[in-house]
């Protein structure tokens, strides 16, 4: 993994760049909008991703990514073969899909979808359990100060079947988000993959546990 900041010789854009899945990538931020600023937390999963594609073998997987700011791992993943369905909020959508569009474009095995989606809303009508099954989720520092901590659990919820994996990569910072992880461990079996305690990051693999009532009849029969 590598990183190096650049402005454009050409015009006035500056970017950020990469070198994941044997590619340079070339990624911009619009600081003037909190979640199209690329976070550490996608870097660790992007890297743990590039170097982990033996065991996580993403070609032609069906990968959706929430909150995905920049794009970043939508690109990675995308660079690596997946299938792929990049996610966030409308006003974060034009930098994603340029970033997406600019790093991906006669260089992926499938043109990754970049659509809205707001957490908790409207998830049945955009993403239908019984024709939407995603062998993985991806998100990247999804859990920080802001007010729809129950929505992102819903939309964690809604998304993950059985068979789907979540990799999520979090960055913690106060108590209020940190204690997401222990509520979302009554729904989902956690394992921890990474700590970097130098960044206050952790890397985590999470699958959705079976209702109670599954398990009974399971054992009953």
């Not at 920080?144 to 809604?158: K, S, V």
């Not at 109670?212 to 009849?217: C, E, K």
Request: net charge negative; hydrophobic share 40%; with cysteine.
């Amino acid at each position: 993994m590598s990183r190096r900041f650049s402005p454009s010789l050409i015009t006035t854009e500056v970017w950020e760049g990469y070198n994941f899945a044997d590619v340079g990538i070339r990624i911009k931020e619009s600081t003037d909008i909190y979640g199209a600023v690329l976070w550490p937390s996608a870097l660790v999963l992007c890297y743990f991703l590039d170097t982990h594609h033996d065991e996580y073998n993403l070609l032609d997987k069906n990968v959706i990514e929430i909150g995905a700011g920049t794009g970043l791992v939508t690109i990675v993943t995308s660079l690596l073969g997946a299938v792929v369905t990049s996610t966030d909020l409308p006003d974060v959508l034009s930098n994603l899909q340029y970033n997406v569009s600019r790093n991906t474009r006669g260089r992926c095995r499938h043109v990754p979808r970049v659509t809205e989606l707001t957490w908790g809303q409207e998830l049945e009508e955009r993403f239908p359990r019984v024709s939407c099954h995603f062998d993985y989720i991806m998100a990247a520092d999804v859990v920080y100060g802001h007010p729809y901590l129950n929505e992102l659990m819903d939309t964690f919820e809604h998304l993950c079947q059985e068979g789907t994996v979540i990799l999520w990569a979090m960055r913690f910072r106060l108590a209020p988000e940190n204690s997401f992880v222990e509520r979302f461990e009554a729904r989902f079996h956690l394992e921890e993959l990474y700590d970097l305690p130098s960044l206050c990051i952790k890397l985590y693999r999470a699958t959705k546990k079976r209702p109670i009532s599954q398990l009974s009849f399971g054992a009953a029969a």
